[in-house]
């Protein structure tokens, strides 16, 4: 059965929370817009970064502006083995079945001019805090060579390798695209590290709306 959210009486304002079905265009949109002017990657297949408004194959969740604007959002879904790890990322996964059930988190975008609102690592924070919660035994993600946020990451215990093979048809790299990969024993330092260097942004976007929950 699917799992969607109808339109809040109450429109969402400065907050993050799961997205709802209402916001499917907006979060189509400026996943479309920021993947057409990444750098790191060009984009082949457009038509599959397309939500469809349901939960039913990862939670979505989003960020809006003091006037109702939707300007970040960010996706994870449960992989209970490598195999279904490679086949949603792309790419091979040089990690054994100990690191599983992972948790991947993908599908981050956060509208231009709000690069510094901090609300990538908010909704990033949430989606730690719940994959923690499902018993996650890490949390996966493909970035890609230079990428800024490497470096935050490096900061929260993520690791990184390359693939040995690549085989993702929605977009062609330009810098070489790698794992990241967090070990669940880093959980409690990276959110501990988040509660420090994102404190302002975590308390300014409260989260809104049903709890975050992993489907898996």
Known sequence: MSVSFT???????????????????AVNALRLELYRQARE???LRPEQLVWNGC??????????????????TMQSRIV?????AEEKLGISVALDESWFPAAILSRA??????GRSGLNSVLRWHMLR?????????LLGLVYADAPRLNLMRALGYR???????????VEPIQPPLLAYLAAADFSAALATFETTAAEPIAS????????????
Do not use: K
């Not at 339109?7 to 265009?25: F, K, Q, Y």
């Not at 939960?55 to 970040?72: E, T």
């Not at 975008?109 to 709000?114: E, K, L, Q």
């Open 55 to 72: 939960h039913d194959d990862g939670a979505v969740a989003a960020g809006w502006d003091v006037d109702g604007r939707l300007i970040a």
């Open 80 to 84: 209970p083995t490598r195999a279904r």
């Open 130 to 138: 719940a994959a923690q919660a499902w018993g996650c035994r890490s």
């Open 7 to 25: 339109m809040p009486e109450t429109i969402m304002r400065h907050c993050v929370g799961l997205a709802h079905r209402a916001d499917a265009d």
């Open 160 to 170: 990184f390798q390359s693939p040995e093979h690549v085989w993702d048809d929605e």
């Open 41 to 43: 990657f060009r984009l």
């Open 205 to 216: 976007f409260p989260w809104r709306g049903p709890a975050l929950v992993i489907p898996g």
């Open 109 to 114: 975008a956060t509208a231009r001019g709000h």
